[in-house]
């Protein structure tokens, strides 16, 4: 299952394209691929293009509106999310089949809400096929209690004593392991790796590396020795250098 979401933000104001960025940067699971401030320019560029998951689109734009937009869009059926500074076109933008609706001064709280509504529905498109190697079962604590979770969700583990937190796409839980009982179960798949003593990662979300800290979209995960060892050499062996140097 694809973990990343492509978005595109059309807008005609560089500072909004630059907010919505910054909202995205919170998700470990969202890539900005391409902004645009000409309508035009980004029908002509996304008629054909199929990697595109999310579309934050403004409606008030000149030479071609939002709403013209997402109607010549329809037929690849992208997942637009509209922005605009006027609710009046909240009604209109669900005619042309909108997933969701901002209104600017778009916050952070709001922005997080919508986009893991929306978010949830692309899972469901995304799964090809299910797998019971990606289900696993925990006791949350309330007696008799008993969640499941799906591996590929989860971004990461926190340990603090005899307890780990998990971290997933729009959650948090917390159950009675520690962190060495969880990286025993985790790491003997691939994704998860142990970079720190309070620390399980899931190598699906990783977006940067600078010095010991690895990113999660905007995250920052500690790494230290020996922890690192595994993932460092996972990277290196996934890392794109030219034989020239």
């Not at 669900?94 to 509504?117: G, M, S």
């Not at 990461?156 to 997933?168: E, M, S």
Request: hydrophobic share 40%; with cysteine.
């Amino acid at each position: 299952m694809k973990n990343t979401f492509n978005c595109v933000i059309i807008d005609d104001d560089r500072s909004a394209i630059n907010i919505i960025t910054d909202h995205i940067g919170e998700f470990p699971n969202l890539n900005v691929t391409k902004t645009f401030t000409k309508p035009i320019q980004a029908l002509t560029e996304l008629t054909n293009d199929e990697t595109v998951d999310l579309i934050f689109l403004d409606i008030d734009m000149p030479g071609l509106s939002g709403m013209q937009l997402a109607e010549n869009l329809q037929d690849r059926s992208p997942n637009i999310i509209f922005t605009t500074a006027h609710d009046k076109y909240a009604m209109k933008a669900f005619d042309v089949r909108a997933k969701d609706f901002l209104l600017k001064p778009i916050e952070l709280d709001t922005f997080t809400k919508v986009v893991n509504r929306v978010l949830k529905e692309c899972y469901v498109k995304k799964i090809s096929s299910f797998s019971y190697d990606d289900m696993a079962f925990f006791r949350p604590g309330e007696r008799g209690r008993v969640d499941r979770i799906n591996l590929s969700s989860i971004t990461h583990l926190r340990g603090a004593g005899n307890y780990v937190d998990i971290f997933t796409l729009d959650d948090r839980f917390t159950i009675y392991m520690t962190i060495k009982e969880m990286s025993e179960i985790l790491t003997t798949d691939d994704r998860f790796f142990r970079v720190h003593k309070s620390y399980l990662i899931n190598g699906s979300y990783v977006t940067r590396i600078v010095g010991n800290l690895v990113y999660l979209g905007k995250h920052p995960i500690p790494m230290t020795n020996p922890y690192k060892i595994r993932f460092c050499n996972f990277v290196k062996d996934k890392i794109w250098i030219s034989k020239r140097i």
